[in-house]
T-cell receptor, first 110, second 115 residues
C-alpha cells in the first residue's frame, strides 16, 4: 500500500527563519510526487510536481527536492503569508489515485 | 476564468438523510476527482472520472456513496443514509488532461456535518 508520512506535523517559524519540511514515501513505482498548499477553509493549491530523483523545482521562497525515498520542501526566509498546511502526495504507476500525507502545518510569526 | 466551484459550501444532515453535493469543474477539463478530507488529515481519494466515464471508484467507502458525471462536466456526489462518520469536507478537483499526473485544481469543498 502506498504510504506518505510528513514531518514535522506542525512548525512555528519566526519571519526570515528558513526551514525544511519532510515527506517520506513508499510506493510500488513513483509516477510523480506533488506538493500542494492548503489555507484554512480552502481547497489545496498546486505548487510542484517532481518526477525523478535529483529533480528540484523552485517558486519564490519555496524549493522542492526529490530522492528515491523522500522529498523536501525548503522554505527560505519565510514571510507570514507562507503560513499554511503543505500537503505532499504520490502518484503510483498503474492508477490515477493521488495518495496524500497528513500535511505540515506551518505558522510564520512576524 | 472561474475556478472549480462546489455547492453547497456547508451542509448539515440528520443521520439517515440522503445528501447530494455538486461540483462544477473548470470548463473543458477532462478529469474530475472527488476526495474526502477529515479534520487534521490529508485528502483521501474517492473516485475519478475521465469525461463522463467513471474509471476508478475504488475509494468510495461503502455502497452508500455514489458519484456521477453524466455529460462530462458537472458532477454530483450522493451519500445515502448518512452516518456520523461521513462528516468531513468533500473536495472536488479537475484537471485539463486525462490521468492523475497533471495539476489538479481544487474547489473550496463542501463541509458535511451529520448529526
Amino acid at each position: 500500500e502506498d504510504q506518505v508520512t510528513q514531518s514535522p506535523e506542525a512548525l512555528r517559524l519566526q519571519e526570515g527563519e528558513s526551514s525544511s519540511l519532510n515527506c517520506s514515501y513508499t510506493v510500488s513505482g513513483l509516477r510523480g510526487l506533488f506538493w500542494y498548499r492548503q489555507d484554512p477553509g480552502k481547497g489545496p493549491e498546486f505548487l510542484f510536481t517532481l518526477y525523478s530523483a535529483g529533480e528540484e523545482k523552485e517558486k519564490e521562497r519555496l524549493k522542492a527536492t526529490l530522492t528515491k525515498k523522500e522529498s523536501f520542501l525548503h522554505i527560505t526566509a519565510p514571510k507570514p503569508e507562507d503560513s499554511a498546511t503543505y500537503l505532499c502526495a504520490v502518484l503510483p504507476y498503474g492508477n490515477n489515485r493521488l495518495a496524500f500525507g497528513k500535511g505540515n502545518q506551518v505558522v510564520v510569526i512576524p | 476564468g472561474a475556478g472549480v466551484s462546489q455547492s453547497p459550501r456547508y451542509k448539515v444532515a440528520k443521520r439517515g438523510q440522503d445528501v447530494a453535493l455538486r461540483c462544477d469543474p473548470i470548463s473543458g477539463h477532462v478529469s474530475l476527482f472527488w476526495y474526502q478530507q477529515a479534520l487534521g488529515q490529508g485528502p483521501e481519494f474517492l473516485t475519478y472520472f475521465q469525461n463522463e466515464a467513471q474509471l476508478d471508484k475504488s475509494g468510495l467507502p461503502s455502497d452508500r456513496f455514489f458519484a456521477e458525471r453524466p455529460e462530462g462536466s458537472v458532477s454530483t456526489l450522493k451519500i445515502q443514509r448518512t452516518q456520523q462518520e461521513d462528516s468531513a469536507v468533500y473536495l472536488c478537483a479537475s484537471s485539463l488532461l486525462g490521468g492523475g499526473d497533471n495539476e489538479q485544481f481544487f474547489g473550496p469543498g463542501t463541509r458535511l456535518t451529520v448529526l
